[in-house]
């Protein structure tokens, strides 16, 4: 989402001419830049993507923005130059759909602190008068301005949110005449909380100019899933005709199973689609779905560059469909959850030449074997795989004396050189063990390692945040300064120095430091240009430890202490 100016935000101000070999910034250029730093992402110092922008309006602190908008509504009135350049900006972003509606003289709050989408604390507005042409030709040019849209689930606090009367809709709808609101929106975040009326909602604002779309399906507690499923699949019917330029689609479709999405969409997509993404966080426990038939429905993405399937619903598979495989050459980037107990794997169904980045939610296995088949499978479908990032879970406890070395449990990985970013999170219980002898494997097969991240998580879930005393109750490892699972000094960071020298970011669960392997280190680093920035683990970092470390393996190291003199990267 640029926040410089672009040609279709600038109305008939003039443009720079070339003059040759050098051109100059005009006024108008000068200017947009200046309020371009006023635009939602780049003035809360956040990334410009739709999810993060999109979180970042539901959250609870908004005093801020407001300060924002107040600013360029005050400049836009300042004079002409200013008023162009401040008013792009002012609407390029809206977190409702209420600031456009409210244009509209004749309309009138009706009720006050009432529940809008969810929330309580809400007003709801209505056409108390039939609009005027003027009235609407206005309304029509601000809403023109609108880029982005985060019709999204509204904070509890601070800024008003609110709707318009079903009446005041259907008016809308009438003056609309089949046109989309926003005729030149990029991306929209919509949230529903019933089928009727927003989903019909949401076609008035579907325009063919939309390339990020996400659909949040918020179905109340105990409301059954069945009444979602015909206006969801009639909603997927119409997209190739209401946004034929659509890239990247998103469906968070709570405790609906993923077949209602994916079955239909790989019939009815546009042939631009390049990013999928599906997300179903149902109640745990849930009983797991057999998903054969919307597994095999992804061969029909055939242009797919990216895709996610986060859910625990993403059962077992039959065996004939890994055989048939799933092959998406064009797919980059692959993110999926596998559930416990299901056996053959869905990863394993697919395939791709070109897969650069792989991110996993897996269920630690019984034994060793069926661990090291499964990373086998991962490096021969994936050969050219840069990123991997791993979650292994495990909600049983394993005697101590039936745990595995990580590097044996992902020996296969170790024959994908080229690759540069490498997170392996682990439950506290999962049977695997961290020992110098594995860093130092990594490190002779990850040379052009840039990124390594290797973890024990002894308090909670590392993706839902939700701590192990509620997914575990009877789980009796306590959090440990000194982890016995994950035990890693001086000679796995000796072999980092040597062998890996674009690593620029390590972090570690526990660093223990012995004094017989500090009298082996090196006078000097290794290596005096290696590029470790940032190194961090969660428990032995001490500032003579870091210090240690900085002076003999890696001088680049970034000093980074809290007031406690703890280590802070934040």
């Not at 602190?61 to 002012?90: G, N, W």
């Not at 008016?171 to 609309?176: K, V």
């Not at 659909?215 to 105990?222: D, E, K, R, W």
Request: proline share 9%.
């Amino acid at each position: 989402m640029p926040t410089s100016p672009t040609s279709d935000d600038r109305g008939s101000i003039a443009q720079p001419q070339d003059t040759g070999a050098h051109s100059a910034l005009s006024k108008a250029d000068i200017l947009y830049e200046i309020f371009g730093y006023f635009g939602y992402a780049r003035f809360h110092g956040i990334d410009a993507e739709t999810h993060i922008v999109a979180r970042h309006v539901r959250s609870e602190d908004h005093q801020i923005d407001i300060k924002r908008t107040r600013t360029l509504a005050r400049a836009a009135r300042v004079c002409k130059a200013f008023s162009e350049p401040a008013l792009a900006t002012l609407w390029r972003q809206l977190p409702e759909l209420l600031p456009v509606f409210r244009l509209l003289p004749s309309l009138q709050k009706v009720q006050k602190n009432v529940k809008v989408r969810g929330r309580p604390g809400g007003n709801i507005y209505d056409l108390t008068e039939d609009v005027s042409p003027g009235d609407w030709d206005r309304l029509c040019h601000y809403a023109a301005r609108v880029r982005d849209l985060y019709h999204v689930d509204p904070p509890s606090t601070s800024r008003e949110h609110g709707d318009i009367t079903d009446d005041s809709w259907k008016a809308i709808a009438r003056l609309l005449a089949g046109r989309p609101l926003f005729p030149n929106l990029h991306s929209l975040d919509w949230w529903a909380f019933e089928p009727e009326p927003d989903f019909t909602r949401l076609g008035m604002v579907l325009a063919p100019s939309i390339e990020i779309l996400s659909i949040n399906c918020n179905s109340p507690h105990g409301s059954p899933s069945s009444i979602w499923e015909a206006p969801l699949q009639a909603l997927i019917d119409s997209i190739p005709r209401s946004v034929p330029q659509l890239l990247d689609i998103c469906f968070s479709i709570d405790t609906l199973d993923i077949q209602c999405v994916l079955i239909p969409l790989s019939h009815n997509h546009p042939r631009s689609l390049r990013h999928l993404q599906i997300i179903s966080m149902p109640d745990l426990p849930t009983p797991t779905i057999d998903n054969t038939a919307a597994a095999l429905a992804l061969a029909r993405f055939a242009s797919l560059e990216s895709l996610a399937l986060v859910t625990p619903k993403f059962g077992s598979v039959s065996a004939a469909d890994v055989s048939r495989g799933v092959r998406l050459d064009n797919l980059v980037k692959l993110h999926i959850w596998c559930t416990p107990g299901n056996f053959p794997r869905p990863i394993d169904m697919f395939t791709s030449a070109n897969l650069r980045t792989l991110m996993l939610r897996w269920p630690c296995p019984d034994d060793l074997a069926t661990f090291r088949d499964a990373c086998a499978t991962w490096a021969r479908n994936f050969p050219k795989l840069e990123t991997f990032e791993c979650y292994v879970t495990s909600y049983v406890e394993h005697p101590a004396d039936a745990q595995w070395p990580i590097s044996t449990a992902f020996e296969a990985m170790l024959s994908l050189r080229q690759l540069r970013s490498v997170r392996l999170i682990l439950f506290a219980t999962v049977p695997i063990y961290v020992r110098d002898s594995d860093l130092v494997a990594f490190a002779q097969a990850w040379p052009a390692l840039e990124v390594l991240d290797v973890e024990t998580s002894t308090t909670g879930d590392p993706l839902t945040g939700l701590p192990l005393s509620l997914l575990m109750p009877f789980f009796t490892g306590a959090k440990s300064a000194n982890p016995p699972c994950f035990q890693v000094g001086l000679p796995g960071l000796e072999a980092f120095a040597a062998g890996c020298p674009r690593l620029m970011m390590l972090g570690l669960t526990n660093l223990v430091i012995r004094e017989e392997d500090v009298a082996r280190l090196p006078p000097v680093p290794p290596n005096p240009r290696h590029k470790l920035r940032m190194f961090a683990a969660v428990y032995g970092m001490t500032r003579s430890a870091f210090c240690l470390v900085r002076d003999r393996l890696f001088p680049g190291l970034e000093e980074a202490f809290d007031e406690k003199g703890r280590l802070d990267w934040s």
